[in-house]
Nanobody, 129 residues
Framework: QVQLVESGGGSVQAGGSLRLSCAAS????????IGWFRQAPGKEREGGAS????????YYADSLKGRFTISQDNAKNTLYLQMNSLKPDDTAMYYC??????????????????????WGQGTQVTVSS
C-alpha cells in the first residue's frame, strides 16, 4: 500500500521560501512517477512538478518553472519541493501524488492529476503580500 505524507507547509511573506517534503513508502519497484500538485481555494487542482524516479524528469508546469525545484533523496524515500520567490498566488494546499507503478514516462511528463492515484493529505502554503 503506497503511502505519501507531506510536511513543510506554513505561512511566509511574498519573496520568501519554503521546502516541502513528501515521505513515500509502499512501492514494489524502485522507479515510479511522483510529483507535486496544488489546489487554491475555489480553483481546480493543477499540476506542478513531477519526476520519474531513476528514469526521467523532472518536469514542471509553466507556472512553477524558474522558482520551484523538485528533488529526491532515494536513501530516505523522500521527495522535496523547494519553493523560492513565493507570491500570494502560490497560496494553496500542496499535495504529493504518485502514479501506479510501471506507467510510462510520457504519462509522467504530462503531469495530469487524473493519472495520479495515490495522494497525500496535503500541506497548506500561505503567502502574504
Amino acid at each position: 500500500q503506497v503511502q505519501l505524507v507531506e510536511s513543510g507547509g506554513g505561512s511566509v511573506q511574498a519573496g520568501g521560501s519554503l521546502r516541502l517534503s513528501c515521505a513515500a513508502s509502499g512501492y514494489t519497484y524502485s522507479s515510479y512517477c511522483i510529483g507535486w500538485f496544488r489546489q487554491a481555494p475555489g480553483k481546480e487542482r493543477e499540476g506542478g512538478a513531477s519526476i520519474y524516479i531513476g528514469i526521467s524528469g523532472p518536469y514542471y508546469a509553466d507556472s512553477l518553472k524558474g522558482r520551484f525545484t523538485i528533488s529526491q533523496d532515494n536513501a530516505k524515500n523522500t521527495l522535496y519541493l523547494q519553493m523560492n520567490s513565493l507570491k500570494p498566488d502560490d497560496t494553496a494546499m500542496y499535495y504529493c501524488a504518485s502514479m501506479p507503478e510501471l506507467r510510462s514516462a510520457s504519462v509522467c511528463r504530462r503531469g495530469s492529476p487524473d493519472d495520479f492515484i495515490y495522494w497525500g493529505q496535503g500541506t497548506q502554503v500561505t503567502v502574504s503580500s
